[in-house]
């Protein structure tokens, strides 16, 4: 039987959501944007793909003559946080409108991460729970107080796995899946173990998905709206021999950046992903989140069968493109 789960929501989640949003905005202009927190925001302001430095070069040091290509995406991230970011900038150049859209994105993933737990759960209390816990994620909170990526990352991640459920209760929402997870794939490369997850588990759990077309009509629909990086990514290849730059950094590509490629040392990489997630997240937080899975793949459920198989192939991510502290987003919303 088909349940809206966008009904009857319960109004502690709006506590949840209203102290979160506190927190968020508590003093947030008056925070000087250093790092990516500056620059991302600055590229943001013209869509201009430019970085303040000689050691990683862009399309604009390259072409006398812009290639059209070169306007459908970054050198490094895919372009569509930075246009959200770039509507908000055209209301007013300001440390405040820079970082709102990501305050906003983060208060959307505790919505979102409450109606995605609670469509796979079927019970309310845990998504209360995971909402609860995702607003006392240090990470979480840091991510939306800066205009770094991250909490653009996780609300798209969250409205992802939400979509998705609600997908395989009524196949008829596959347009909605698709347009979801299209945009989820053009915020950063950090999602695409989205992918692999969701396949291994309807594997695991759905086999019959595999026999309707709407699976494969959402599929399409989300590579149609990623066209954009794809191209991009075809066309530096064939203008420059390598692809852009995180996918330079995964195949260990010769190209004008001096990036570390695939770690080899497989002990080493993991290892150094448990001390980021411990030193990020906290310990005492770690440590319950893996109580937690190890409780509910006792109990059989399908939420922490999901969670667990995303787990893993994040972690497979981490360990080929190294443990590095912003990429770890992801675990956020998964460990909640």
């Known amino acids: 039987m088909k349940e809206n789960y966008m009904k009857h929501i319960d109004q502690r989640l709006w506590w949840i959501i209203g102290c979160t949003a506190v927190v968020l905005l508590f003093r947030i202009s008056h925070v000087d944007m250093v790092g990516d927190d500056a620059t991302y925001s600055v590229r943001s302001i013209g869509l201009v793909d430019f970085l303040f430095t000689a050691q990683q070069e862009t399309p604009l040091h390259w072409f006398t003559e812009m290639p059209f290509w070169t306007e459908l995406s970054f050198h490094d991230h895919p372009i569509l946080l930075f246009l959200i970011q770039f509507v908000f900038l055209s209301i007013h150049a300001s440390v405040f409108f820079a970082k709102l859209p990501f305050v906003l994105m983060a208060l959307g993933a505790l919505f979102f991460t409450y109606q995605w737990t609670v469509a796979v759960s079927r019970r309310k209390e845990i998504g209360l729970i995971s909402a609860l816990l ?89 590579g149609f709206i990623n066209l954009p990086t794809i191209i991009y990514n075809l066309a530096m290849y064939r203008t420059r021999g390598h692809f852009s ?71 497979i991510q981490q360990v080929f493109t190294g443990p590095g502290g912003h990429a770890l987003a992801p675990y956020s919303i998964l460990m909640a």
């Open 134 to 222: 995702l607003a006392l994620n240090a990470q979480f909170i840091w991510a939306g107080r800066v205009s770094y990526l991250e909490a653009g990352v996780i609300f798209f991640l969250a409205l992802t796995m939400w979509s998705f459920f609600r997908f395989l209760d009524d196949k008829k929402r596959w347009w909605q899946f698709g347009i979801v997870l299209g945009l989820t794939l053009l915020t950063k490369f950090s999602t695409l173990f989205i992918i692999p997850t969701m396949v291994l588990f309807l594997l695991w759990q759905e086999r019959h998905v595999w026999r309707l077309p709407e699976w494969y009509w959402a599929f399409g629909l989300a």
């Open 245 to 315: 730059l995180q996918f330079v950094r995964l195949f260990g590509q010769v190209s004008p950046w001096t990036l570390e490629g695939i770690h080899n040392n497989l002990f080493q990489s993991l290892w150094g992903l448990v001390l980021n997630l411990g030193q990020l997240i906290s310990w005492p937080y770690l440590l319950a989140a893996i109580v937690a899975i190890v409780f509910s793949m006792r109990e059989k459920s399908r939420h922490g069968r999901f969670v667990l198989l995303g787990l893993f192939f994040l972690t």
